[in-house]
């Protein structure tokens, strides 16, 4: 394995979410057809010519107009770690080409060994809120290193994205109760439970029951106990008494085992059991039945035995509108524990998230802009150096604007007129799009994980309030895109091919 730097060590262990799960950044995170792209431009020696890639999603998760972007930390410190190590450039040597012979020449392989991201990285903030077609990362580097991050960055991105919009709508319908992330039992696979439960408190879970991710991102760890716990002792009061003496402070009793008021009725006596020996019970937990009508029954009976601080919490297939629903019903629940319909963010199984290449530096040095064509609604894509520009109205956002870098000027003086009449171009603004990574180099650390979270929220509460916010397209880059568009139609008509310029 390639030695690392005392830097990138640090790197690893103090800061790389990816350091801590993995001790590395695993550059076969891939498919392999992103490996013979990069092996083809490396042949035809195309591989260094500058390229522009952006990461964006076509349609937001949930119907919710927005989404919250996440994962883009983890993104940025794949890049900046990306090295292929001896154990996999010996794997890659054995794979074969259908015709039995070595897929990949020693050359390239030893290529692979030397390989560092040299490029240039711009990101939106983690936490952002941002709309279909905005980039939320942008990569301008040699095409063969933007190429080769393609499948890596929609892994990394795309998953947490989809739980972080989730969590926050969760979380937004609960007000200001808290939720508790409790999904991992259903989540795909190790990484998906670690990702989801760093996904989910961004987007404003309070905690999660997930104790791997509480020691790597530092996230509060919270959990009750289960059936098994009660179906393990003859009596549900002596399951709770037992519970109680091992952790006096920490009793919250699942009451639904077998009767939920009786069960109730068992916390209640387990309650004061524990406060005769100077401790308080912390609350009960439902998970079935109309929890509604449960819940105001058993608030009804923890106050009438001198329980009113004892919380109820609520499990059992919560999502947003189930929230929602119980708390217009008026149910007395103060905590939340979602987990199935966050953790695998139903009922949208994926984000429609792509990365797709803009623009490419042609033999004079200028920009050369690439777009996709296609038959399909919503699939076309948009060529340029692109930038999303943030209006304001004080701390108000009022209007965003897609716009192409590379041609500002002429973008601004054909553009922002139309748009005047529902925001001044002169308002303060920000671009979303900030530097992350210049010459290969990081440029900050990420911010703290609770710090981000606080971002997302507010960022979700401001948006949800502007459910006809514009999110909207530069004219010059409206007319680039069909210009192009038309052009290509035109040549493939003529040629039988469809091709870029």
Known sequence: MLALSVNDFLHFVLMSALGRLYGRAPALLTDLYQLTMAYAHWVNGTHQREAVFHLFFRSAPFDNGFAIACGVETAIDYIHDLRFDESDLSYLATLEDNAGGTLFAEGFLDYLRNFRFSG??????????????????????????????????????NFPTLVATKAARIAHAAGGNPVLDFGLRKAQGIDGGVSAARAAYIGGCAGTSNVLAGKLFGIPVS???????????????????????????????????????????????AGQRLRENGHEMAGIRLDSGDLAQLSRRARRMLDQAGFPNAKIAASSNLDESAIADLKARGAPIVLWGVGTRLTTAQPDAALDGVYKLAAMRNDKGRWSYRMKMSDTPGKLTRPGVQQVRRFYHGDLPIADLLFD????????????????????????????LQPAIRDGKRLHSADELAATRDFARRQFACFAAQPNYPALIDHYLDESTDELRDWLAKRHARTGRQETT
């Open 223 to 269: 959990g009750t106990h289960a059936h098994s716990w009660v179906m393990a002792f003859d009596d549900e009061l002596d399951a709770f008494d037992a519970y109680a003496r091992a952790l006096p402070e920490n009793c919250v009793f699942l009451v639904d085992t077998y009767n939920t008021i009786e069960g109730i009725e068992n916390a209640i006596a």
């Open 405 to 432: 870098e590379a041609a500002t000027a002429t973008a601004w003086a054909g553009g922002v007129a139309e748009y005047e009449q529902r925001f001044d171009p002169e308002s303060p603004h920000r671009d979303l």
């Open 120 to 157: 240039q990285v711009d990101a939106v903030a983690e936490g952002t809120a941002v709309f279909a077609h905005q980039p939320m990362l942008r990569v301008r580097a040699p095409m063969l290193q933007a190429q080769l991050l393609e499948t890596a960055l929609l892994n990394l991105i």
